[in-house]
């Protein structure tokens, strides 16, 4: 709570509570996309991500959310690229 607490109350702020703990982990990659949605403007935003990254210095992990008969794992130079499985439910 950020706004301050009414006169006369007398209030204790306890901080958010979670059954999640933080973990440490080493940093693999400088930046992390998630990709999914309706085609064709799934593809059409994944098009002019891509353009827009070659110029990125960084590592990247590129995740596309779309049909596929498999998962599949794609590593060039500074991106991985991920394509997991999903079943049409048509």
Do not use: C, W
Request: glycine residues 4%.
């Amino acid at each position: 709570m950020s706004h301050p607490a009414p006169e006369g109350l007398q209030v204790k702020y306890i901080n958010p509570l979670s059954r999640f703990e933080k973990i440490s982990y080493e940093k693999e990659f400088d930046l992390m996309v998630i990709l999914s949605g309706p085609e064709p403007q799934r593809s059409m935003l994944e098009e002019k991500l891509m353009k827009e990254l070659k110029n990125f210095r960084g590592k990247i992990l590129f995740v596309q959310g779309m049909l596929a008969d498999k998962q599949t794992r794609t590593v060039s130079d500074k991106m991985v690229t991920r394509q997991f499985y999903a079943e049409s439910r048509t």
